[in-house]
């Protein structure tokens, strides 16, 4: 008997230290224990190890909320987290790329949500990371009225941030190759017209025409891109500027009841001049894949489409005061439209959940009138 009882405490110790060790071993980029289609995963097979995403309110899901910064979506109306509170997220459920990473994308290629950098920590960076920043831009200079933002260039350097922290736990040779293999998605620019040229307050407009601008701001975006790329970035999906004209705030503050083209052809030359910075850079940097989605395009298709949609409104937010919803954005606590899914856009500058799960799943699987010159379905795959 007392053989029999040593054998089994024997047995039994045996396998603790097998579990033990299991547990403290190191786990790499994309895996953070749990398998795959967990209830915390994103239900299928990873496609890529991690998504890293790097931009503006448009994709910013909270990393505003504890700057000293006017430029926060951390109160009700908007978007609500899990737990029932705000997010910080600039839209009535997710933010046009939240949704299309978070709820479309990231489940089809098998990742959880993406949690912000300010909040991310330990296994959880091993899926990626958002960086995104409300009012930040291309320039450090953009977005300063609202005084906290994180523009793109300290992004970057909180991306070397996380990099450093991976590295030190799974070592520089699996860290590099598996960043490779990973998505990161970039959408700047917006504030660096709406909070920078358009700004009264700001003395570009009479320093560039709108082609000397859109040079000097796709200058500092392939530097900054080639940067991510030095530190082992090798996919990237940049989102265009969309038709910045057609918000609410612009309707508002030019009085118009359409469209301002002033506005649209302002930005057009930063679009061209992206895409031919993809192509330039999908050239010269070995290994590199570029991908561009046409937000123009594709709110073009929209605002002229719209009824065969499903929309009926597409001149003013569905929360916000004064003419076109767009004079003053969405306040807090303020009681939104009760009809929101038939708007295109939700406060005075940013799209309903409705129309992100639209963009976001021709960004996924459209052809290359949107997304050039590959989808990113197609670009995961590579």
């Not at 931009?55 to 909270?62: E, K, Q, V």
């Not at 951390?74 to 839209?91: D, E, V």
């Not at 030095?230 to 359409?258: E, H, S, T, W």
Request: net charge neutral; aromatic share 12%; glycine share 10%.
């Amino acid at each position: 008997m007392v053989n029999i009882f040593f054998r089994i405490i024997f047995s039994f110790l045996l396998v603790m230290l097998l579990l033990l060790l299991l547990m403290n071993d190191k786990v790499a980029l994309g895996q953070d224990g749990d398998p795959v289609g967990s209830t915390q995963g994103g239900g299928g097979r990873e496609m890529v190890p991690a998504l890293f995403i790097f931009g503006d309110s448009l994709i910013d899901n909270g990393n505003n909320n504890n700057l000293p910064s006017f430029a926060k979506a951390n109160y009700y109306p908007y978007g609500i987290n899990f737990n029932g509170g705000p997010t910080g997220r600039f839209s009535n459920g997710y933010t046009c790329w939240e949704n299309m990473l978070f709820k479309n994308i990231s489940e089809l290629l098998g990742l959880p949500l993406i949690p912000a950098y300010s909040e991310a920590s330990g296994a959880q960076v091993l899926h990626g990371v958002n960086y995104a920043s409300a009012a930040a831009g291309i320039l450090d200079i953009t977005g300063r009225n609202f005084v906290g933002r994180i523009p793109f260039d300290q992004q970057i350097r909180n991306f070397q941030n996380t990099l450093d922290q991976v590295t030190d736990n799974l070592g520089a040779s699996d860290v590099s190759n598996a960043i490779a293999r990973c998505i990161f998605f970039v959408g700047m620019g917006s504030n660096d017209y709406l909070n920078n040229y358009l700004m009264p307050n700001y003395n570009t407009k009479n320093q560039y025409n709108a082609q000397q601008y859109a040079d000097l701001l796709v200058s500092e975006y392939s530097r900054q891109l080639t940067t991510l790329y030095n530190l082992g970035a090798r996919k990237f999906v940049l989102a265009g500027l969309g038709r910045m004209g057609c918000i609410p705030r612009i309707l508002a503050q030019y009085q118009m009841d359409r469209c301002s083209e002033e506005v649209n052809q302002l930005v057009m030359p930063f679009n061209a001049n992206v895409k031919t910075m993809i192509n330039n850079l999908n050239a010269n940097l070995p290994g590199a894949r570029f991908t561009f989605i046409d937000i123009a395009r594709m709110f073009e298709d929209l605002l002229t489409n719209y009824r065969s949609y499903g929309f009926s409104v597409i001149d003013r937010g569905c929360c916000g005061i004064g003419r076109n919803g767009g004079q003053i954005t969405c306040l807090p606590f303020q009681t939104p439209c009760a009809n929101r899914e038939q708007y295109v856009f939700w406060d005075a500058f940013h799209p309903t959940e409705a129309v992100n799960i639209m963009f976001g799943r021709k960004a996924f699987y459209g052809d290359q009138s949107v997304v050039y010159p590959m989808n990113i379905q197609q670009l995961a795959s590579l």
